[in-house]
């Protein structure tokens, strides 16, 4: 079963045309979730960005334990590219080269899913 994830990024004033663009023009990671010893593990199902004024979401669908997708995407060279062409772009300062700056900025700005209504719910 598919379960979904959200980020919030804090952007500054007037960047949110540059964001977009780095978003639009990101490579696309490696979808076979892989543990550390290379085992798919799970799959990364689909990804949509919303832009707001000073704030953007990326909102992931996943199967798969979220930890273990969280390692999988810092070991993609086209999210490490993106996520440091938005770094400039952030209102709040983070580390991302660390995997405790990581895990920070996952805790703080991480989203989990609370509701979910379809039609014929």
Known sequence: MSQ???LLYKLKPGTEGAVT???QQSGRPDHE?????GNVVGTLLRTM???GTEACTR???VDGDLPVVARHMGRQESVRKFEEGI???LAEARDMRSPEGAQEFFRRSGMRLVLDRKLDD
């Open 33 to 37: 979730v892989k543990d550390d010893d």
């Open 59 to 61: 909102v992931i669908e």
């Open 49 to 51: 960005i919303f832009m």
């Open 87 to 89: 770094e400039p772009h």
């Open 21 to 23: 663009e780095l978003f």
């Open 4 to 6: 979904w994830f959200a």
